[in-house]
């Protein structure tokens, strides 16, 4: 089965940092795109970041660049997402998403996780 | 950056009857290589989304065929011929043509 399970999500004061982590498993991870997309309470869905197979090309939301890093190691089947200079407006359920190819970015997001949740709060 | 519009914001439906949702985008979806990326998502309630529709109208694996995407350029629709109890949920627009963009969703419910 085609699975994605994130965690390292939890309670952070503003300004402090986090890392997420994604570990993927059922399919060849280092052939394809991965994304971070969230979902604040109650609200609809935001692209965060994605970054290509082998990790050399990243693309950011304009409300998270500067401030978070996407990686991948490819040999551990594993995503990351380094939060910094949190923010109380990134508070939101995180998921981790297989992206297909195609369009300036990618084109879909196929396969998702259940999500890891981050509340940013004194 | 890509608008993604949806319509309408809550949807009430009998079971049994159709249903439709509009989505509009700021700008074309036609991407230089002639293909349209425009995917929809169903939320169910508690869940991860899920991925219903690709490239306009391409149903993935296991979805039902009362599940079917339309549409070109800029206006799009997702239809569901008779709507179940277990359609319930929030379905999102998705456009992967430019820099990735969701609409806001719209709920649909059971009346």
């Known amino acids: 089965d085609v699975q994605l399970l994130e965690s390292g999500g939890g309670l952070v004061q503003p300004g402090g940092s986090l890392r997420l982590s994604c570990a993927a498993s059922?399919?060849?991870?280092?052939?394809?795109?991965m994304s971070w997309v969230r979902q604040a309470p109650g609200k609809g869905l935001e692209w965060v970041s994605t970054?290509?197979?082998?990790?050399?090309?990243?693309f950011y939301a304009d409300s998270v660049k500067g401030r978070f890093i996407i990686s991948r190691d490819n040999s551990m089947n594993t995503l990351y997402l380094q939060m910094n200079s949190l923010r109380a407006e990134d508070t939101a359920l995180y998921y981790c998403?297989?992206?297909?190819?195609?369009?300036?970015?990618?084109?879909?997001?196929?396969?998702w996780g259940q999500g890891t949740t981050v509340t940013v709060s004194s | 950056d890509v608008v993604m519009t949806q319509s309408p914001l809550s949807l009430p439906v009998t079971l049994g009857q159709p249903a439709s949702i509009s989505c509009r985008s700021s700008?074309?979806?036609?991407?230089?290589?002639?293909?349209?990326?425009l995917n929809w998502y169903q939320q169910r309630p508690g869940q991860s989304p899920r991925r219903l529709i690709y490239?306009?109208?391409n149903r993935d694996s296991g979805v039902p065929d009362r599940f079917s995407g339309s549409g070109s350029g800029t206006d799009f629709t997702l239809k569901i011929s008779r709507v179940e109890a277990e359609d319930v949920a929030i379905y999102y627009c998705?456009?992967?043509?430019?820099?990735?963009?969701f609409g806001g969703g719209t709920k649909v419910e059971i009346k």
């Open positions: 059922g399919f060849t991870f280092g052939a394809y795109p």
């Open positions: 998403a297989r992206s297909t190819f195609g369009g300036d970015i990618v084109s879909s997001m196929d396969v």
């Open positions: 490239k306009v109208s």
């Open positions: 998705m456009q992967g043509t430019h820099w990735p963009s």
């Open positions: 970054l290509t197979t082998g990790g050399e090309t990243t």
């Open positions: 700008q074309s979806l036609v991407y230089s290589d002639g293909n349209t990326y």
